[in-house]
Protein backbone atom coordinates (compact mmCIF):
# COMPACT_ATOMS: atom_id res chain seq x y z
CA UNK A 1 0.00 0.00 0.00
CA UNK A 2 2.84 2.89 1.01
CA UNK A 3 4.50 1.57 -2.19
CA UNK A 4 1.15 2.54 -4.25
CA UNK A 5 1.08 5.88 -2.11
CA UNK A 6 4.81 6.62 -2.72
CA UNK A 7 4.83 6.02 -6.46
CA UNK A 8 1.36 7.78 -6.98
CA UNK A 9 2.82 10.62 -5.63
CA UNK A 10 5.95 10.25 -8.47
CA UNK A 11 3.42 10.00 -11.31
CA UNK A 12 1.26 13.07 -9.93
CA UNK A 13 4.38 15.01 -9.24
CA UNK A 14 6.04 14.44 -12.81
CA UNK A 15 2.63 15.06 -14.23
CA UNK A 16 3.00 18.86 -12.65
CA UNK A 17 6.79 19.43 -12.85
CA UNK A 18 6.41 18.33 -16.70
CA UNK A 19 3.94 20.54 -17.30
CA UNK A 20 5.93 23.71 -15.41
CA UNK A 21 9.09 22.52 -17.43
CA UNK A 22 11.07 21.42 -14.45
CA UNK A 23 11.43 17.65 -15.19
CA UNK A 24 14.90 17.73 -13.59
CA UNK A 25 13.78 18.84 -10.38
CA UNK A 26 11.50 16.10 -10.22
CA UNK A 27 14.08 13.17 -9.45
CA UNK A 28 16.18 15.77 -7.27
CA UNK A 29 12.41 17.04 -5.39
CA UNK A 30 11.38 12.87 -4.88
CA UNK A 31 15.13 11.72 -3.36
CA UNK A 32 14.99 14.81 -1.22
CA UNK A 33 11.72 13.94 0.30
CA UNK A 34 12.15 10.18 0.73
CA UNK A 35 15.89 10.82 2.45
CA UNK A 36 14.18 13.84 4.29
CA UNK A 37 11.86 11.02 5.57
CA UNK A 38 9.00 13.09 4.82
CA UNK A 39 7.10 9.99 3.02
CA UNK A 40 7.13 8.80 6.61
CA UNK A 41 4.42 11.23 7.92
CA UNK A 42 2.96 12.63 4.25
CA UNK A 43 1.19 10.62 0.90
CA UNK A 44 0.20 12.64 -2.22
CA UNK A 45 -3.36 11.98 -1.58
CA UNK A 46 -4.11 10.77 1.80
CA UNK A 47 -3.03 11.80 5.82
CA UNK A 48 -0.71 9.81 7.28
CA UNK A 49 0.63 11.40 10.37
CA UNK A 50 0.31 14.80 8.32
CA UNK A 51 -1.19 16.42 6.14
CA UNK A 52 -1.41 15.11 2.18
CA UNK A 53 0.79 17.03 0.05
CA UNK A 54 -2.32 17.48 -2.02
CA UNK A 55 -3.58 19.61 0.87
CA UNK A 56 -1.30 21.39 1.70
CA UNK A 57 -0.78 22.74 -1.78
CA UNK A 58 -4.63 23.22 -1.18
CA UNK A 59 -4.32 25.39 1.80
CA UNK A 60 -1.64 27.24 0.00
CA UNK A 61 -2.89 28.06 -3.34
CA UNK A 62 -3.59 31.27 -2.78
CA UNK A 63 -0.40 32.78 -0.64
CA UNK A 64 1.65 34.31 -2.76
CA UNK A 65 4.31 33.62 0.21
CA UNK A 66 3.87 29.91 -0.06
CA UNK A 67 6.85 28.44 -1.45
CA UNK A 68 8.55 30.74 1.32
CA UNK A 69 6.21 29.82 4.34
CA UNK A 70 5.80 25.89 3.46
CA UNK A 71 10.19 26.06 3.27
CA UNK A 72 10.49 27.54 6.42
CA UNK A 73 7.92 25.12 7.60
CA UNK A 74 10.15 22.38 6.25
CA UNK A 75 13.15 23.72 7.89
CA UNK A 76 12.28 24.76 11.31
CA UNK A 77 8.95 22.25 11.81
CA UNK A 78 5.49 23.37 12.88
CA UNK A 79 3.03 22.77 15.34
CA UNK A 80 -0.61 23.26 15.35
CA UNK A 81 -1.03 24.18 11.82
CA UNK A 82 -2.55 20.84 10.93
CA UNK A 83 -3.69 19.39 14.27
CA UNK A 84 -1.61 18.17 17.30
CA UNK A 85 0.76 16.56 16.29
CA UNK A 86 3.45 18.70 15.37
CA UNK A 87 6.39 18.71 12.41
CA UNK A 88 10.02 17.86 12.98
CA UNK A 89 12.83 20.21 11.92
CA UNK A 90 14.77 19.54 9.07
CA UNK A 91 17.37 21.79 9.76
CA UNK A 92 20.20 20.45 8.12
CA UNK A 93 18.36 20.96 4.63
CA UNK A 94 20.42 23.52 2.38
CA UNK A 95 18.16 26.42 1.13
CA UNK A 96 18.03 25.03 -2.47
CA UNK A 97 16.57 21.68 -1.17
CA UNK A 98 13.95 24.03 1.37
CA UNK A 99 12.79 25.28 -2.37
CA UNK A 100 12.79 22.21 -4.26
CA UNK A 101 10.58 20.10 -1.57
CA UNK A 102 8.37 23.53 -1.13
CA UNK A 103 7.69 24.02 -4.91
CA UNK A 104 7.73 20.17 -5.39
CA UNK A 105 4.64 19.60 -2.73
CA UNK A 106 2.78 23.10 -3.80
CA UNK A 107 2.46 21.52 -7.71
CA UNK A 108 0.89 18.60 -6.16
CA UNK A 109 -2.24 18.84 -7.67
CA UNK A 110 -5.32 19.24 -5.78
Given at each position: ???????????????????????????????????SG???C???????????????????KD??????S??????Y???????R??????A?L?????????????????
Open positions: MRFLLTFGAVLISANCLAQTGNVNNLATAVELAKGCYSHAAAEKIVGPAFKDIAAKYDKDAAALAQAIQGSKGKWGIPMPPHSSSGDLKTLAAWVLATPQ
